[in-house]
C-alpha cells in the first residue's frame, strides 16, 4: 500500500471538490471524531451551517469481533432533539470499513433525522458494506493516506512530536 501525505492545500482542493458534490443546505454537520472535525469545519465555513455536533465512535480492538457485527460505542452523541426533523451532513475523512459512518448515520435516522454522508476519501476494497457507500466522497483511494493534521504525530515524518529546544 502506498503512503500519500497530503499539504494543507491538498486538503482544500479536496474539500472544495467536495462541496460541489453536496446536496445543500443542511440543518447541521456531525463531524466524526477524530476525522471528521476539521473537514467538517472546512464545510462548515463554507456552507455557512453554525450547528456543527460532533461524534465520537469506537469499536471493538478484539481482532475477533473486527468487522460489520461489532457494535458501536457511542462515547459522545448529540441528543435525539437536536437530530430530530433535520437534515444532517455526517462528514469523516476516510471511509475504510465505514463503521463509523454507518453507525452514526443509523443512530440519527433511529432518532428521527435525515443523514446524508460525506467522506474526503473512499476505500471500496476494504468497506465492511459492500452494499452501501457514502453519499458523497471527494476521491476513491487504496492508498494510506496522512492528513496534515495527523503530522503532529508522525514522529517519522516532518514535525516532530517533541521539539528539540535549543542549547543556552
Known amino acids: 500500500m502506498k503512503h500519500v501525505y497530503l499539504s494543507w ?3 482544500e482542493e479536496l474539500v472544495s ?8 443546505p443542511y440543518d447541521a454537520i456531525l463531524a466524526i471524531s477524530r476525522g471528521g472535525i476539521i ?4 464545510l462548515a465555513e463554507a456552507l455557512r451551517i453554525k450547528n456543527v455536533l460532533t461524534a465520537a465512535v469506537l469499536f471493538s480492538e478484539n481482532p475477533s469481533s473486527i468487522g460489520p457485527i461489532s457494535w458501536p460505542r457511542f462515547v459522545q452523541f448529540p441528543d435525539d432533539d437536536l437530530l430530530v426533523g433535520r437534515k ?7 471511509w475504510n470499513q ?9 443512530r440519527i435516522e433511529a432518532a428521527g433525522g435525515y443523514p446524508e ?3 474526503v476519501h473512499w476505500r471500496p476494497s476494504s468497506s465492511a458494506f459492500p452494499d452501501d457507500a ?5 476521491a476513491i483511494t487504496e492508498d494510506f493516506i496522512h492528513y ?17 529546544m535549543p542549547l543556552s
Open 9 to 11: 492545500h491538498d486538503l
Open 17 to 24: 471538490a467536495l462541496f460541489f458534490k453536496l446536496n445543500a
Open 39 to 42: 473537514p467538517g469545519g472546512m
Open 88 to 94: 444532517i451532513l455526517v462528514i469523516d475523512n476516510l
Open 98 to 106: 465505514g463503521r463509523s459512518v454507518i453507525a452514526a448515520k443509523g
Open 117 to 119: 454522508t460525506a467522506v
Open 134 to 138: 457514502p453519499d458523497y466522497y471527494a
Open 148 to 164: 496534515p493534521w495527523q503530522r503532529l504525530d508522525d514522529s517519522d515524518y516532518r514535525i516532530l512530536a517533541q521539539p528539540v
